[in-house]
């Protein structure tokens, strides 16, 4: 099994809202990432969890919160989001870093 | 730091026909390689990865590819392609670098089919 689960698959939130992505994995992996991606160009990496431990990119606005509960999950909590962040959110997992990466099919998410 | 090149932005292939993509990486030690096709809306599906080892590596839906050091290339080929296949195709180095340990993505290829 190879699945990696994004929840919702869709979003639409104001430039005040405070929403969160779930990434779900059940896989055993220990590295799990977020990317943005937006249209027709190649994901782009925002964080990196390795063992609950966060690599943080450092050209990721801080209106992008991630959290690592559990070594299964991944959130992204979303504050104060701008139009120019709509986007596709891909969550991955690997089994260690620098491990094949497995990707969910993504939140499409629209700031209005 | 990595970096990863495709050449390509579109390609267009006969059905039946055979198909190369081309990639090229930069990177100081040995990479690790992949290649993900996308279609629309979708997230990445992994179609093959080179970790070491023999330099010809088969994947999924009948894709190949092949490292070559000297070149620095790792271009995915299949025999024969299918309408099925239109999509977007990234070629992918994982690396240390940045602060962060995750995959550096081409630019994507994308391509289309024609009957």
């Known amino acids: 099994d190879t699945e990696v689960t994004q929840t919702p698959k869709h979003l639409v939130m104001g430039m005040t809202n405070k929403k969160s992505l779930k990434c779900e994995q059940h896989?055993?992996?220990?590295?799990m990432y977020w990317y943005k991606q937006k249209a027709k160009k190649p994901p782009e990496l925002m964080f990196v969890?390795?063992?609950?431990?966060?690599?943080i990119n450092e050209s990721v606005p801080s209106r992008f919160s991630p959290e690592c509960p559990n070594s299964s999950l991944l959130n992204l909590h979303l504050h104060a989001l701008q139009p120019e962040d709509s986007a596709l959110y891909l969550c991955?997992?690997?089994?260690?870093?620098?491990?094949?990466?497995?990707f969910g099919p993504g939140t499409r998410l629209l700031v209005l | 730091a990595q970096s990863v090149t495709q050449p390509d932005i579109h390609i267009t292939v006969s059905e039946g026909a055979s198909l190369e993509l081309r990639c090229n990486y930069s990177?100081?030690?040995?990479?690790?390689l992949f290649w993900y096709v996308q279609s629309p809306g979708q997230g990445l599906q992994l179609l093959l990865k080179?970790?070491?080892?023999?330099?010809l590596v088969q994947g999924i839906k009948g894709f190949e590819a092949e490292f070559k050091r000297s070149q620095s290339s790792f271009n995915l080929r299949k025999p024969s392609v299918h309408w099925s296949d239109a999509a977007e195709y990234f070629c992918?180095?994982?690396?240390?670098?940045?602060?962060?340990?995750?995959?550096?993505f081409g630019k994507g290829t994308h391509l289309i089919i024609q009957p």
């Open positions: 991955a997992s690997s089994l260690l870093i620098l491990e094949t990466q497995y």
């Open positions: 896989m055993g992996h220990r590295a």
């Open positions: 969890y390795s063992y609950e431990k966060l690599s």
């Open positions: 990177y100081g030690a040995t990479p690790y």
């Open positions: 080179y970790f070491s080892g023999d330099t």
């Open positions: 992918a180095v994982g690396a240390r670098g940045g602060g962060a340990d995750g995959l550096t």
